[in-house]
């Protein structure tokens, strides 16, 4: 009896090893939350911090159209702390495995909170990240003109939690992404939220809603006047 009862006690501790934890989701503004790294569309491209550790290079992934800030961005984004690199021999802690929606880290991560700029070109719609346990923490996307289009608020319910984290804004433009333990959406102020505030594979989206090049719109453009041309003529036959 007592090992059938240790039998079934090691099986129940293996399930509940290998359960996904996805925290609590809260969404401001006009966004939806997204909760899986397959509903991202037309990658961009992927920071995933694995480079030297210390002060991460604010022109790290530039060339994938995403840069790092620094400094007093005006608003509430007055204190903005240039990220750090940390490689954890026990990130295990921070991101409890299996990751939520499919989400996953590796090497190096970023902590501290950390604000980025998207490049002209990219019509960023979608972000997500991989997200750790610790605390409360925030995921606010931003216009050209620095007012915010949503926020979406991400909270562990246990130690246990880790989980994809993003944000989809329906086809509105992202220019600017803010991710820490204040919510900017509700009138605070960002702040560096230390090693607590970890994440790791910062992945960043055009949602499938990709823009069309100059020379795209050109010809749309005489296409669509050579129709109404014809059809003017057709009608006056």
């Not at 509940?16 to 969404?27: C, N, V, W, Y």
Request: glycine letters at 14%; a negative charge; hydrophobic letters at 35%.
């Amino acid at each position: 009896m007592k090992k059938n009862l240790l039998i079934i006690s090691v099986l129940l501790l293996c399930s509940l090893s290998g359960t996904t934890k996805a925290g609590t989701i809260t969404t401001y503004g006009d966004v939806t939350a997204l909760t899986n790294i397959d509903q991202l569309v037309g990658v961009y491209g992927m920071a995933d911090f694995n480079i030297e550790e210390g002060s991460l290079p604010l022109h790290e992934y530039t060339d994938q159209g995403l840069t790092f800030l620094k400094g007093n961005l005006g608003s509430n984004l007055i204190d903005v702390w240039q990220p750090k690199v940390k490689n954890y021999t026990n990130s295990w802690t921070y991101f409890p495995v299996p990751v939520a929606g499919g989400a996953s880290w590796d090497g190096c991560t970023m902590w501290y909170g950390g604000v980025a700029d998207f490049s002209d070109g990219y019509n960023v719609t979608q972000f997500g990240l991989t997200a750790g346990r610790n605390g409360t923490q925030y995921l606010t996307a931003f216009r050209n003109d620095n007012t915010m289009i949503g926020s979406v608020q991400w909270s562990p319910t246990s130690t246990l939690d880790s989980a994809f984290v993003g944000i989809h804004t329906g086809g509105d433009p992202i220019a600017r992404i803010a991710w820490g333990n204040d919510n900017l959406w509700s009138g605070g102020n960002y702040s560096p939220g230390g090693p607590t505030i970890m994440s790791d594979n910062w992945i960043w989206a055009s949602g499938g809603q990709p823009v069309p090049e100059p020379s795209t719109m050109l010809l749309l453009a005489s296409g669509l006047i050579g129709l109404a041309v014809f059809r003017r003529k057709f009608r006056e036959r």
